[in-house]
């Protein structure tokens, strides 16, 4: 499997932008973003094949933006107009599937890095 190393996490007040990045150690297909909040399970954020179609859950779906460099095995989620609700560890995940109703990933994790958004 892949390794997934995340980087680009921060505190950032409301309305702020961040881009996280995601390096993996080989050639990936479906990669997608996940993040957990205290106290919550993890949830979907977003996902994108290596030919560049794009998923988003509704809850940010006009803010974040996905994309990737598959030269670099690496990729981005650019996050605009962060909300407090956006504060959670955010993990990068590898080989991702559509199962009719929600994205699982079956593939590597990353570490997971901490964004948080204060009011």
């Known amino acids: 499997q892949v390794q997934l190393v995340e980087s680009g996490g921060g505190l950032v007040q409301a309305g702020d932008s961040l881009r996280l990045s995601c390096a993996a150690s080989g050639r990936t297909f479906i990669m997608g973003w996940f993040r957990q909040a205290p106290g919550k399970e993890r949830e979907f954020v977003a996902a994108i094949r290596s030919g560049g179609n794009t998923y988003y859950a509704d809850s940010v779906k006009g803010r974040f933006t996905i994309s990737r460099d598959n030269a670099k095995n690496t990729v981005y989620l650019q996050m605009n107009s962060l909300k407090p609700e956006d504060t959670a560890v955010y993990y990068c995940?590898?080989?991702?599937?559509?199962?009719?109703?929600?994205?699982?990933?079956?593939?590597?994790w990353g570490q997971g890095t901490q964004v948080t958004v204060s009011s």
């Open positions: 995940a590898s080989d991702l599937k559509w199962d009719g109703t929600s994205w699982h990933a079956f593939g590597s």
